[in-house]
């Protein structure tokens, strides 16, 4: 494989974490950073200083950036979700590979703009759901196309973190709905557990290699106990096209990190996978644990975004087109709950943490294993706080827009 040219639009956030990826490809020779693009480069000058030492030029202009190197192969895009849409259908109608942050889009409108836009020029558009790379996962996709727990009758997901109000003031749109009249959403679903909901959909395709994940219609409820526009807690109960429930759980108000995890129950068994890239697979009495150990999975998505360009026979771990039933599901959920409900503080406890405080739902965390081993939404089991919503079909859905409901609570 030869050495590719690679360049990068925003270095800031999680921009950084690419940053150290290129760095790494750098040293092993499979890259070289030719350019970088950045509004606010002064606040970011340990990132700067890193790509300028190894002779990548900073722009602050990325069309420009691109006008003037037509020799570089691929472009990263790791700025703010809202600009995501106009920034990679740009990128590829000059004529570059692309590897987008998640969630490459927050509106299926958005999404199926992108998806044109890359049919058109034919080029790689990899979106960096990068649990998909790891090994344990791929091994999970395997064994459930190969058939090995028969038919997939239901995956459920579960993530239970924890997020200080520090967390929700580390950027002008966390936990907004909009941000500069363009959608954000951000909560649970469309970014720190969107890899959980992204991987149950790949997860309920997976049966015998059906492929088949496009929600056929989605129940949610969606909840906030910060002081956010968003949801921190959420449910979801999702059919797919190919027959499979699927059940989703989050929250961000936990007393600690768990390592979210998805159960995939087969007619013939159950595989259970988790974050720290373990995979378990049940049938009968028996069980077997794969345990991979820690892995790059960053770095897994820009090798196998290399290889795709190297081979067009190499498919991309996490394709634009894949993400269609992430966004229909995201999307649905907010059409199907109709407002983000806040939670009585009579069931919220707050307390101090280091410099910030952090907002806990002890009723859920000591309930939400239960809850999902019955299948319920919270409504559902019942929970004092919780209301319930209707299943909203998602066939033929191609434009989102936010319900009446939230509309007193979108402010710019």
Known sequence: MRTYRAAIIGIGGFGAAHVNVLMDLVHEGRLEVTAFAELNASAYQENVDKLTA??????????????????????????PIASHKSMCI?????????????????????????????????????VNFQNTAGSAFKELLARLNAGEIGD??????????????????????????TYREQYVLDGTLNNPLAHLLNNCLL????????????????????YHVNEIEGDDVSCMRIRT?????????AMLCHEDDEIPSIAVRGMEGEMIWSYDNKLTIRSGSEEEVYS??????????YLNLLQAIEDTAVPLLSPIEASRSFVLA???????????RRIPREFVEEREEGQTSVCLLPGLSERMREIA?????????PLPWASPTKPVRMEDYCRFQLPSGYEAKVRD
């Open 54 to 79: 190894i002779g990548a030029i900073h722009y602050t202009d990325y069309e420009q950036m691109l006008e003037e190197h037509p020799e570089i192969d691929f472009v990263v895009i790791a700025t």
């Open 152 to 177: 997939v009758s239901q995956v459920t997901g579960i993530g239970m973190w924890k997020r200080s109000k520090a967390y929700y003031g580390r950027t002008p749109w966390a936990g907004r709905l």
């Open 90 to 126: 740009r990128v590829l109608e000059m004529g570059f590979h692309v590897l987008v942050e998640k969630p490459p889009a927050v509106t299926i409108q958005d999404l199926d703009e992108m998806i044109a836009a890359r049919q058109a020029s034919g080029r790689l558009c990899q």
């Open 203 to 222: 997860a309920a395709g997976a049966s015998r290699g059906q492929s088949r994940m496009l929600p056929e219609w989605v129940q949610a409820e969606l």
């Open 330 to 340: 995201a999307n649905g959920a907010y059409e199907s709950s109709l407002t983000v």
């Open 373 to 381: 081993g019955k299948g319920l939404l919270y409504s559902e089991f």
């Open 241 to 249: 096209d190919g027959g499979v429930t699927v059940l989703f759980y």
């Open 292 to 301: 991979y150990g820690s892995e790059n999975m960053m770095r897994g998505m």
